[in-house]
């Protein structure tokens, strides 16, 4: 006579309809196997469940933003790392990409034929003395 499996029972109570913590319980005692009642699933305060981790402020979680990546060479990168450097400490907050997407946006207008000494006079904290 072979001994029934001890698993049996667990695939039988999971086709039965949901039934009480307390009578899930006595039926798998009786098996000598026992279960713990699962808790019901936490009701939902919001109507949106709350993201983990910190709110999504910057430009990658940005509609207006677009990431890419594109070659420099090194020695350009360190020489715009210590010109940003130098405006930082003059007090002008301005990072790489929002440079790269000036320069991009006036590259455009001088494509379309408008004047960019005005565009690039409005981002640059230094005049140049010649055009004074």
């Known amino acids: 006579m072979s001994k029934p499996s001890p698993f049996k029972k667990l695939f039988e109570i999971k086709e039965e ?41 910057g430009k990658r979680s940005d509609e207006a933003w677009i990431g890419r990546t594109y070659y420099v060479k090194r020695s350009t990168d360190l020489d715009v790392e210590e010109e940003l450097l130098k405006l930082k400490r003059r007090g002008v907050e301005i990072d790489k990409s929002e440079l790269v997407d000036f320069l991009m946006a006036v590259w455009v207008k001088w494509q379309q034929g ?19």
């Open 17 to 57: 309809p949901q039934q009480e913590p307390e009578q899930l319980t006595e039926a798998t005692t009786d098996s000598n196997v026992t279960q713990t009642p699962t808790p019901p699933p936490p009701a939902p305060t919001q109507n949106e469940p709350r993201k983990r981790g910190r709110p999504a402020t």
């Open 114 to 132: 408008e004047n960019i000494d005005l565009l690039l006079g409005e981002f640059t904290p230094r005049r140049n003395s010649k055009l004074d």
